[in-house]
């Protein structure tokens, strides 16, 4: 090849800026997000050393060796996982139920912005929705002595049971409509063909999704749950605007706790040290679960 | 397979969008009715609607400044979202270098942090530079919270623009930055719209954060929910139903835009349908 024939940027630039100049255009990027990132967790484990409240104590490892015996963080990472645990599972099932009910109808889309609504309300308003249905406007209650099931107003925030209904219930009714959303669109890109051919072998309706169609989804799957089980376990809106944790912390997820102890002591340090703990499970979790199910798309 | 959806899916489905819609509309009434009918002891269906409430809000809290405040915010943080992530998309998507999986995977790893554990870190931090209760805040908060689902939606969408229209562009003596302006950009403005349309919904609805950083005057809709308690008012829900359709009716559109891209913009790319 002749000088004339090669590329421009090859010409002009040097190799080292060739070499260089994917990592320029990367790296503003990159910065911002360790800066945004990396900054607080340093910053975390720095302050959890640290008692006092607005004039820093050295506390060693205090704030750890408190976390051990605190009942309420133990709580607060029980409920985080129950609640979390249920809530993904019914919003899981729900949604797949819908997905398959309408991916080949010739409706889908008019369902698709139907179901989707929820979603686009913002969380803190969808949460006064259901604290108005459930406890302060007793229509849930009205509805259900109309049809005979109960003759008296339910106090929602009365049993731990109850107040957990209500906390999956707001999640679930905003949040189906994104897992609803995707596994929409992964069954619809599957080959009709495959499906056909499993029917003219005789195979059920059910029987040809539960054994072909499902299968096929499993990495679509996963990324929906992954991405909807992160921000489950960050759940924070509803307590704090709902239940307070109440009764008796039944409902107090981890965010709320760590919230409430930033800023209701105000204890910073102890707070650190909590999230030192969430976000040392959050990067082991990340790092797992991103190598392992994010692949798919990346260019080889 | 459609007359085999039975009469009981058909119910299904109804039953699903009856839950999913009837609540937002109770609600959207709320807006409109007069306060008594609202704190009465058992729920009215049938409201009477009156403007006078609206007047009332309106009168009493800086409706517009809290619209503004979230317009305004999560605007500035899709304009940083695309001016840091269209680069960074770019060079994951289009060249081979060492630590290249490295960056991709830190990046989407960054959308796992949790809200709560940055809190403090970030309310010290913009304490100390005097950016608490300001806009400019919220923007980089929530920059830096879509930066990298914006990163991955475009990304995936130039890795499926074919490499020979570059090439001729390249022989024909384009820079690499002219190629990404010229080329890639428009090819791939779908994907774009897409992650500026995710972006937005997400950075709309951010609660936490924006809790701590908002204390009066960068009061966002999302936060300014939260406020409505007047002291012997109780909870007033009008004020409460009104942001929140000011809010929704923006959202809306902008993601009946993109409906067909949704699928693909919320799981980052993974699902291409």
Avoid at chain 1, 100 to 122: C, E, H, N, S, T
Avoid at chain 2, 117 to 138: C, E, G, K, N, S
Avoid at chain 2, 181 to 204: D, K, R, Y
């Amino acid at each position: 090849m002749t000088a004339a024939t090669l590329p421009a940027t090859v010409r002009r630039r040097s190799p080292l800026a060739r070499k260089m100049f994917p990592y320029l255009l990367v790296a503003p990027a990159v910065i911002y997000l360790l800066s945004i990132t990396l900054y607080p967790g340093i910053y975390a484990v720095y302050r959890s050393f640290y008692g006092g409240k607005f004039k820093l104590e050295w506390a060693g490892l205090a704030n750890y060796s408190q976390l051990f015996t605190d009942y309420e963080f133990f709580n607060a990472l029980w409920n985080t996982a129950y609640l979390g645990a249920i809530t993904l599972l019914v919003e899981f099932f729900l949604a797949m139920l819908l997905a398959a009910l309408v991916y080949r109808d010739p409706w889908v889309k008019g369902f698709r912005i139907i179901f989707l609504l929820p979603m686009l309300l913002m969380p803190s308003a969808v949460t006064f929705i259901w604290k108005l249905m459930f406890n302060d406007g007793r229509i849930i209650s009205d509805l259900l002595k109309r049809i005979g099931l109960i003759d008296f107003n339910i106090d929602w925030m009365f049993t731990p049971a109850l107040a957990r209904l209500v906390v999956i219930f707001t999640d679930v009714w905003q949040w189906t409509p994104f897992l609803f959303i995707i596994f929409v669109a992964g069954l619809q890109g599957q080959d009709k063909e495959v499906e056909e051919a499993a029917r003219l072998d005789g195979a059920s309706w059910w029987s040809t999704f539960f054994n072909v169609s499902l299968p096929m989804m499993r990495p679509i799957i996963a990324v929906a749950l992954i991405l909807r089980g992160i921000d489950i376990l960050n759940m924070f809106t509803p307590i704090q605007l709902i239940t307070h944790g109440a009764p008796g912390g039944a409902t107090e997820t981890v965010s709320y706790y760590i919230n409430r102890v930033a800023w209701d002591g105000p204890d910073f340090g102890y707070a650190s040290a909590i999230s030192v703990v969430v976000l040392v499970i959050t990067v082991v979790l990340a790092q797992v679960l991103v190598r392992r199910y994010f692949k798919s798309g990346t260019e080889s | 397979m459609k007359s085999k959806r039975s009469i009981v899916g058909t119910i299904i489905l109804l039953c699903w969008a009856t839950v999913s819609v009837w609540p937002i509309w109770y609600f959207a009434t709320i807006a409109l009715r007069p306060r008594v009918e609202i704190i009465a002891p058992d729920p009215i269906y049938w409201p009477t609607f009156t403007m006078e409430t609206w007047a009332k809000i309106w009168d009493e809290w800086p409706m517009m400044k809290y619209f503004f405040n979230s317009i305004a915010s999560v605007a500035g943080s899709v304009f940083i979202c695309l001016l840091l992530g269209i680069p960074a998309a770019y060079s994951l998507a289009r060249y081979r270098y060492k630590g290249r999986e490295d960056i991709g995977n830190y990046i989407l790893s960054t959308k796992m942090m949790a809200p709560v554990v940055v809190a403090i870190p970030l309310y010290v931090l913009f304490a100390q530079v005097r950016m608490l209760d300001t806009i400019w805040a919220l923007m980089l908060v929530y920059a830096a919270i879509n930066l990298s689902i914006v990163v991955w939606i475009i990304r995936s969408y130039m890795i499926d623009i074919p490499h020979e229209i570059e090439d001729a562009a390249r022989t024909d003596g384009a820079s690499d930055l002219r190629i990404l302006w010229e080329i890639i950009i428009p090819m791939c403005l779908p994907g774009i719209i897409t992650a500026a349309v995710i972006a937005s919904v997400f950075a709309m609805n951010e609660y936490l954060l924006t809790l701590i950083i908002g204390r009066k005057e960068a009061y966002t809709m999302s936060i300014a929910l939260a406020n409505f308690k007047g002291g012997s008012d109780g909870i007033i829900y009008n004020a409460i139903a009104l942001i929140a359709f000011m809010a929704f009716f923006p959202i809306l559109l902008l993601v009946i835009l993109i409906q067909n891209n949704l699928s693909r913009g919320l799981t980052m790319g993974a699902v291409k349908g």
